[in-house]
């Protein structure tokens, strides 16, 4: 059974960082061709902030370019999504995302993030 679990959100003021993690069970990471991260704030749609290749080729969201990295650990089966400078804005349950097309396409169950001062 595969799973992807997150953690490391939490509460952090405006121009905070936090670092969300994404472990993988069940799966080996080096058979996931991109892991993405998406964010859902109360009321609107399930949106992409970025995702990175098996070959660590990385692309983001206009919203968070320059402030969020992806990183992952293929021998560790873990992902990071790095948030720098958040902003009132950022809140979202965020969300992990394991994908290879046409085989198969695995969500964790979300992390919290808020920002407030």
């Known amino acids: 059974q595969v799973q992807l679990v997150e953690s490391g959100g939490g509460l952090v003021q405006p121009g905070g960082s936090l670092r969300l993690s994404c472990i993988a069970s069940?799966?080996?990471?080096?058979?996931?061709?991109?892991v993405a991260w998406y964010r859902q704030a109360p009321g609107k749609q399930r949106e992409l902030v970025g995702g990175?290749?098996?070959?660590?080729?990385?692309n983001y969201a206009d919203s968070v370019k320059g402030r969020f990295t992806i990183s992952r650990d293929n021998a560790k089966g873990t992902a990071y999504l790095q948030m720098n400078s958040l902003k009132p804005e950022d809140p979202a349950v965020y969300y992990c995302?394991?994908?290879?097309?046409?085989?198969?396409?695995?969500w964790g169950q979300g992390t919290q993030v808020t920002v407030s001062s």
């Open positions: 995302n394991a994908n290879r097309p046409g085989f198969f396409d695995f």
């Open positions: 069940g799966i080996t990471f080096f058979g996931i061709d991109t």
């Open positions: 990175i290749s098996k070959e660590g080729r990385t």
